[in-house]
């Protein structure tokens, strides 16, 4: 949870100083990941129904992410400005790092209830994420336009949103809420 929490500022921060909207989208995914595991460590000794209302809350979060990634994605395109390569690959291996070493912690909990399998969602799409940015940066550098960063950012928020989508399916399968 604390490292997701100080990647998720580096990330902001680094996207900022590269003009990257896909490591910008990354970065937030950072920041759902760390309320996650808050979340996930506060209802862990809850009932199933608590736990299931829990992650209703983060798939309801996780899709206001990605739409919050869409709006960016949307704004970086109508208002170009060449992203740094560089900049964008050494923050992505550092995010990257940091990433595995949480799905390998949480892939033996991946299944179970709702609660687990977001948790192991949101770590899955980081890491994801991470490989995309490093592949934006490559089509940065080899095309010199913003297209495959906005291209990236644009996946990564529908990763989120698809995320949110099982994460509230599951949640509400679990009570069987209507």
């Given at each position: 949870?604390?490292a997701?929490?100080?990647?998720f500022?580096?990330?902001?921060i680094a996207?900022?100083?590269a003009?990257s909207?896909?490591?910008?989208?990354n970065s937030?995914?950072?920041?759902?990941d760390?309320?996650n595991?808050?979340?996930s460590?506060?209802?862990l000794?809850?009932?199933?129904?608590?736990?299931?209302?829990?992650?209703?809350f983060?798939?309801?979060?996780?899709g206001?992410?990605?739409l919050?990634?869409?709006?960016e994605t949307?704004?970086?395109s109508l208002?170009?400005?060449?992203?740094e390569?560089l900049?964008?690959?050494?923050?992505?291996?550092?995010?990257l790092a940091?990433?595995?070493?949480?799905a390998v912690?949480?892939?033996?909990?991946?299944?179970?209830?709702?609660?687990?399998e977001?948790?192991?969602?949101c770590s899955?799409?980081?890491?994801i994420g991470?490989?995309?940015?490093?592949i934006?940066?490559?089509?940065?550098?080899?095309?010199?336009?913003?297209?495959?960063?906005i291209i990236?950012?644009?996946?990564?928020?529908w990763?989120?949103?698809?995320?949110?989508?099982?994460i509230?399916?599951?949640a509400k399968?679990?009570v069987?809420?209507?």
């Open positions: 949870m604390v997701n929490a100080v990647m500022v580096v990330q902001m996207s900022y100083a003009h909207v896909s490591l910008l989208a937030a995914d950072f920041f759902s760390a309320a595991y808050g979340i460590l506060y209802v000794n809850l009932s199933l129904r608590q736990k299931a209302k829990a992650s209703l983060k798939g309801i979060s996780l206001l992410v990605g919050w990634v869409a709006f949307l704004h970086h208002q170009p400005e060449l992203p390569p900049l964008m690959v050494i923050i992505s291996v550092v995010a940091v990433n595995v070493g949480c912690l949480l892939y033996k909990y991946r299944g179970g209830d709702s609660n687990r977001s948790a192991w969602i899955r799409n980081d890491a991470n490989i995309a940015v490093m934006a940066a490559t089509g940065v550098f080899a095309s010199n336009t913003i297209w495959p960063d990236v950012a644009a996946i990564l928020g990763l989120s949103v698809t995320g949110a989508w099982r509230i399916i599951a399968n679990e069987n809420w209507r």
